[in-house]
Every structure is written in C-alpha cells, then in structure tokens.
C-alpha cells in the first residue's frame, strides 16, 4: 500500500470514529435532558406495577379492566368531571342521551 493511500485511510477511519463519537455523545445528553425521559421512566414503572399485579395477584385480574380504570384515574385526577368511558359505556350513554327533550328549556 503507498503511503499516501495509508494516510487517506487512517484520516477516513479517525474522521468516522471522531464522528461517532460526537453522535453517541450527542445523543446521549439530548435524551437525559428532554423532558420526555422522565415521563418514560414512570411509564415504565407502571409497567412494572401491572406486571407484577398480573403475576403476582391472589386471584388473576381482568388486564382490560386494569387498563382503564389506570386510564379512568389519570382523568379524574385533572378535575371532577372527566373520566374515561369504555366502549360500552360509552354506548349505554349514547343510547340513554338519544331521543327528544321537551320542556319550557329555561
């Protein structure tokens, strides 16, 4: 190998490993700084939580009902008039609320 095509190649690897580098560091400090990385941490803990409720409960949960009362409780932790409907309760309200009113409407 000529001497000149050695030193393209040693600047070519150093220049990709410099590169790499500044990329994984990079990326590294962006995702411990983003505000999303502690959300993701508690989501993960939540994942824990139910997986352990899963396995480890006396008697084998609903997983359905688990999700949505998890759901049902982030929502009624904003204010007091939300909440989450599954879809048939969300049904049964449609199907209570349908039909004509009547009255003076004051």
């Not at 508690?42 to 139910?50: E, I, S």
């Amino acid at each position: 190998m000529r001497k000149s095509d050695f030193a393209f190649w040693s600047f070519m690897v150093m220049t990709g490993l410099a590169g790499a580098t500044t990329l994984l560091n990079v990326s590294k400090t962006y995702s411990a700084t983003t505000p999303n990385s502690e959300i993701y941490k508690q989501l993960d803990l939540f994942g824990d939580v139910l997986e352990r409720v899963r396995t480890d409960y006396v008697e084998k949960p609903n997983d359905t009902k688990l999700i949505e009362a998890a759901i049902n409780g982030m929502l009624t932790s904003l204010d007091p008039h939300s909440s989450f409907l599954s879809a048939k309760d969300y049904e049964d309200m449609q199907t209570q609320t349908r039909g004509s009113f009547g009255g003076l409407g004051i």
